[in-house]
């Protein structure tokens, strides 16, 4: 059983009934526990450790919850169950709230209806680092194997766990200059856990705003939950046709974001966290470094060049992105992926305050959102981005990267190969600034492909060039 559990890059995820049944999940349970014990055995804080425990809208959400708090009580472990579904940034906001010693969010985030998953979140409110869920792992192989601790008798400490966060991101946003400026707006929270503080928050504002797929669906409507151009569609359809000045997108467990222009267009995190880098540069005054992850847009770097500030790259994955923010004054970090927070909150990534930091922008600019974006491009010149997700066996897999680490092409595309870094995967700048990496999924027969240049084509020869590396047509 311990080899079926293997925390990925936010926790460990597997389909319902499959691998992720009670009887696993209990086992993840004891070991996040015994963790929890022996960091706090280790610390000078005194008394029993304490844990949140939160879930969203998946299928047995709840359910599942209560087997996890049941487990943490029988292994001395106190905790609190929420008592409804919640983000996951407000399951880790939580932890401060109630001076915690971490959390567990039951969530499988942007994956499929019939995946579910487990995630600790650690008493800094954050992603857990690698350090951390190797210990995990570890303790997965000591408790395995042995006889559930947790009793169906015993009590579960339900409460709303939602009322702090939702104070401390009113203090985050200007609901003033929104409620001012009359946007009218579209939520889309895709089915997700998200649905109900979004609006909340939305009513706040005082703005015109429409929430569509806001009632709990553990199918999520039948796709994905994720805020990808695609699954916005009815979102952009709604922006299109009401004249609305945005439109919000969330996925699942609402710390990912998509955003829909006044024009249609849609806006995924490389450019959505450029402009709140502006915004927050130009509007807030403030000043701190810039944290993005290896696959995330090089317009970041250009602004910075512009207003002097530090650009730290990452390897993949929010955890790299929190752990700088722990250590360093940070305006803004955020990954390609869709997720991004800003100084002040907590180090995890926060779909919810991103979409009401761009109703923000936009009703302090005064300006279309479609507008706002081009002149960015404008100002910095054009960034077009796209990712491939190309089958790969493990054989091949590995001699493609014993051959790049060790003889990377001099040329790629047509163009001379500047840099190559070996940060997390393979990334090789060219030398007009497009840049292409290529990341082994370590979870999937898959080789995964980043590109971004200035033009589409370019952007047809990087893709070209990135196939005739892999071999494939």
């Known amino acids: 059983m311990g080899s079926d559990i293997r925390f990925g890059t936010d926790g460990w995820r597997a389909i319902i009934a499959d691998t992720f049944t009670f009887k696993n999940v209990g086992t993840v349970a004891r070991a996040i526990a015994e963790h929890v014990k022996k960091d706090r055995s280790s610390s000078s804080t005194k008394g029993p450790p304490s844990l949140i425990v939160g879930y969203d809208n998946r299928f047995l959400g709840r359910e599942f919850a209560d087997h996890v708090a049941r487990e943490f009580m029988s292994s001395d472990v106190r905790c609190i169950v929420s008592d409804r579904p919640v983000p996951t940034p407000t399951t880790a906001y939580a932890i401060k709230e109630f001076n915690s010693d971490g959390a567990v969010m039951l969530t499988a985030s942007h994956n499929p209806y019939y995946y579910g998953g487990i995630k600790f979140i650690p008493h800094y409110a954050g992603p857990a680092t690698e350090e951390i869920t190797k210990k995990i792992e570890q303790h997965i192989s000591d408790v395995k194997g042995g006889p559930e601790s947790g009793s169906k008798n015993r009590t579960i400490d339900a409460q709303d766990i939602t009322r702090g966060y939702k104070e401390h991101i009113r203090s985050m946003i200007d609901t003033g200059m929104i409620r001012g400026s009359g946007l009218r707006i579209a939520c889309d929270p895709l089915y997700g856990a998200g649905a109900d503080i979004m609006e909340e928050l939305l009513k706040d504002t005082g703005c015109d705003y429409l929430m569509i797929h806001k009632n709990k669906d553990v199918l999520f409507g039948g796709g994905l939950p994720d805020p990808s151009q695609e699954r916005l569609k009815e979102l952009q359809e709604n922006v299109v046709r009401d004249k609305r000045d945005v439109g919000l997108g969330l996925d699942g467990d609402a710390d990912r974001i998509g955003i829909i222009a006044d024009d249609g267009g849609y806006l995924g995190a490389n450019q959505v966290i450029a402009l709140l880098l502006l915004h927050l540069i130009k509007n807030r005054g403030l000043k701190g470094a810039v944290v993005r992850t290896v696959a995330t847009t090089h ?28 250590e360093r004054e940070v305006i803004i970090g955020g990954e390609e992926s869709g997720g991004m927070s800003i100084g002040g909150h907590i180090p995890e990534k926060d779909g919810i305050l991103a979409d009401l930091l761009v109703c923000e922008m936009i009703a302090v600019e005064k300006k279309p959102l479609s507008k706002l974006m081009d002149a960015v491009y404008g100002e910095f010149g054009d960034y077009l981005n796209m990712r491939l997700d190309i089958e790969c066996p493990e054989e091949t897999k590995r001699g493609l990267f014993e051959e790049l680490n060790t003889k990377p092409p001099a040329m790629l595309a047509g163009r001379e190969v500047k840099s190559v870094s070996y940060k997390d995967g393979v990334k090789m700048v060219l030398d007009d600034g497009s840049w292409i990496l290529i990341r082994p999924s370590g979870t999937e027969p898959l080789v995964r492909i980043y590109l971004e240049t200035s033009t589409d084509k370019g952007l047809y020869d990087l893709k070209k060039g990135a196939k005739e590396l892999l071999h494939v047509p």
């Open 299 to 326: 317009l970041l770097d250009a602004v910075c060049r512009k207003y002097g500030l530090e650009l730290i790259e990452t390897p993949v994955g929010f955890k790299h992105v929190g752990h700088m923010m722990l």
